[in-house]
């Protein structure tokens, strides 16, 4: 990082760092994201590991298993009910 460098505020973490540090988007009047590269990442890594983890089984896996990711998604929204009849 050289002294001439400008800096920027990252709206995630909102740490200072070097222009260098944001990768760069056209669309944004600056010309760079709005998050530093780190931040950026870890969003991506988390968002990737979301969808993983609510991904239907495969096509030829066996019939419990579909059984058992549908039902999942049923526990979860009966659960939700029950606690919102409770309030």
């Known amino acids: ?5 400008p800096c920027k505020t990252c709206t995630r ?11 760069k988007n056209a ?3 600056d010309g760079h994201q709005s998050w ?6 870890g969003w991506r890594v988390a968002r990737i590991a979301a969808q993983e983890a609510n991904q239907p089984p495969k096509a030829d896996a066996p ?3 579909w059984v058992k990711w ?3 998604d049923l526990k979860k929204a009966s659960a939700a009910r029950k606690a919102a009849q409770a309030v």
């Open 70 to 72: 549908a039902n999942s």
């Open 13 to 23: 973490c909102a740490g200072s760092f070097p222009m260098s540090s944001f990768a």
């Open 1 to 5: 990082m050289s002294k001439d460098e």
């Open 27 to 29: 669309t944004r009047p």
């Open 36 to 41: 530093c590269r780190p931040c950026l990442k």
């Open 63 to 65: 019939w419990s298993d």
